[in-house]
């Protein structure tokens, strides 16, 4: 997968909202829950697609509060991958947070 150009990834963050861009070759989001457990569900479907992909992202949880960071490593930056990924993350917080 490609490496994206800077305009392209400002296009692709569009599509994402609350992530942002970090040191130029990663998006981050924080996501907040309820309660403890809800995040730690939240953080095993994004292990389990992540690994159905081979593509993982750094995940760190602190109480209520989920931050996933993702990049490409073998494109040194973002790739579409990583947008689509950030998408679906999006899907899984909304169907755990009701």
Do not use: C
């Not at 939240?42 to 992540?50: D, E, K």
């Not at 750094?58 to 960071?69: A, E, G, H, L």
Request: overall charge neutral; hydrophobic content about 40%.
């Amino acid at each position: 997968m490609e490496k994206l150009t800077s305009s392209e990834v400002q296009e692709k963050l569009s599509s994402v909202p609350n992530w942002r861009l970090t040191d130029e070759k990663w998006i981050e989001r924080k996501y907040r829950f309820h309660d403890y457990l809800k995040g730690v569900d939240f953080v095993l479907l994004v292990a389990n697609l992540s690994e159905q992909v081979n593509h993982h992202p750094f995940i760190s949880i602190d109480y209520k509060v989920v931050t996933v960071r993702i990049s490409s490593w073998h494109a040194r930056g973002l790739t579409v991958l990583d947008f689509d990924l950030a998408r679906k993350y999006d899907e899984y917080y909304l169907q755990i947070k009701s």
